[in-house]
């Protein structure tokens, strides 16, 4: 397998445009694709004021942020990642959409690339077994702010080869991440961990055990958790969470991994957290 030099970016969000800003970063070639302009658009404000913001703090030389941003190429069309050796979807966290998009991209792209997935819950092995190129389709889970957060979750589907693997890790040692191998299991590592202990301050809160305020601070003073799980919660997004614990449930079958129901009372609201304004926590405009 030879070494990857050209990276699609499927999804131009939080996610998708923090992992085209680390790659592009790197010095790599990084064609971001989007299916709404505006959205692309804002993917792209957002990379230009983060690299500016690293210049500014010493992080990258000033003379570097054109640069950077000169190897992204913005596309409206899935069929221009054609050219690439390497896909990383970063789409929302559902099943039936990621499917559909490797479908797709298993169609276009050449035999020896390679497929990922930035899904921080769902079954790389399911992924795979929908493509021709199962022991090409990987997991690479990174973490908010990409461009901030060194670690990346590398997930071992069933069929993933040894091969893929090999490149996906030397690329996100390229890419200055410290990739961490791990086999594909509900929620791999940090959210079968991080979600449940979440669902469960949620659970505090609705049974009254404490306020939101008391727990994140409990967490924040007797455990030095640079935020508490609520504010965490919102951050991430109460939707993303309430989606990560469904897929722990159905996938470990286990009732400990319930959802809180004033979790899906909250979302039902449409109280998502920090991007809707409101969760926990007010964050008015």
Same mark, same amino acid.
């Given at each position: 397998?030879? $070494?990857?030099?050209?990276?699609?970016?499927?999804?131009?969000?939080?996610?998708?445009?923090?992992?085209?800003?680390?790659?592009?970063?790197?010095?790599?070639?990084?064609?971001?694709?989007?299916?709404?302009?505006?959205?692309?658009?804002?993917?792209?404000?957002?990379?230009?004021?983060?690299?500016?913001?690293?210049?500014?703090?010493?992080?990258?030389?000033?003379?570097?942020?054109?640069?950077?941003?000169?190897?992204?190429?913005?596309?409206?069309?899935?069929?221009?990642?054609?050219?690439?050796?390497?896909?990383?979807?970063?789409?929302?966290?559902?099943?039936?959409?990621?499917?559909?998009?490797?479908?797709?991209?298993?169609?276009?792209?050449?035999?020896?690339?390679?497929?990922?997935?930035?899904?921080?819950?769902?079954?790389?092995?399911?992924?795979?077994?929908?493509?021709?190129?199962?022991?090409?389709?990987?997991?690479?889970?990174?973490?908010?702010?990409?461009? $901030?957060?060194? @670690?990346?979750?590398?997930?071992?589907?069933?069929?993933?080869?040894?091969?893929?693997?090999?490149?996906?890790?030397? @690329?996100?040692?390229?890419?200055?991440?410290?990739?961490?191998?791990?086999?594909?299991?509900?929620?791999?590592?940090?959210?079968?961990?991080?979600?449940?202990?979440?669902?469960?301050?949620?659970?505090?809160?609705?049974?009254?055990?404490?306020?939101?305020?008391?727990?994140?601070?409990?967490?924040?003073?007797?455990?030095?958790?640079?935020?508490?799980?609520?504010?965490?919660?919102?951050?991430?997004?109460?939707?993303?969470?309430?989606?990560?614990?469904?897929?722990?449930?159905?996938?470990?079958?286990?009732?400990?991994?319930?959802?809180?129901?004033?979790?899906?009372?909250?979302?039902?609201?449409?109280?998502?957290?920090?991007?809707?304004?409101?969760?926990?926590?007010?964050?008015?405009?």
């Amino acid at each position: 397998m030879g $070494v990857v030099k050209k990276i699609g970016v499927v999804g131009a969000g939080t996610m998708g445009n923090g992992i085209a800003h680390v790659f592009a970063r790197a010095g790599f070639a990084v064609t971001l694709f989007e299916v709404n302009g505006q959205a692309l658009e804002r993917g792209l404000a957002t990379i230009q004021k983060n690299l500016e913001r690293e210049a500014a703090k010493g992080k990258l030389d000033a003379a570097e942020v054109p640069k950077a941003l000169a190897r992204i190429t913005p596309v409206l069309k899935l069929d221009e990642l054609k050219g690439c050796e390497l896909v990383i979807e970063a789409a929302t966290e559902k099943l039936g959409v990621k499917q559909a998009i490797f479908s797709e991209l298993d169609a276009l792209l050449a035999d020896g690339a390679i497929l990922a997935s930035n899904t921080s819950s769902i079954s790389i092995t399911k992924l795979a077994a929908g493509t021709k190129r199962p022991d090409r389709v990987i997991g690479m889970h990174f973490f908010n702010p990409v461009p $901030v957060m060194s @670690l990346v979750e590398v997930i071992r589907g069933l069929q993933t080869s040894d091969a893929t693997f090999a490149a996906v890790r030397e @690329l996100a040692l390229a890419a200055g991440k410290t990739p961490v191998e791990v086999n594909d299991a509900a929620g791999f590592v940090s959210n079968r961990v991080l979600m449940p202990m979440i669902n469960e301050a949620i659970f505090a809160v609705m049974e009254s055990v404490a306020t939101a305020e008391a727990v994140d601070e409990i967490f924040r003073l007797g455990m030095a958790h640079p935020m508490g799980p609520l504010t965490l919660a919102d951050f991430i997004g109460l939707d993303v969470c309430l989606d990560i614990m469904r897929v722990l449930e159905e996938g470990l079958g286990d009732p400990k991994y319930r959802p809180c129901p004033l979790l899906i009372r909250m979302v039902d609201a449409g109280w998502l957290g920090r991007k809707s304004g409101r969760g926990f926590y007010s964050y008015g405009n």
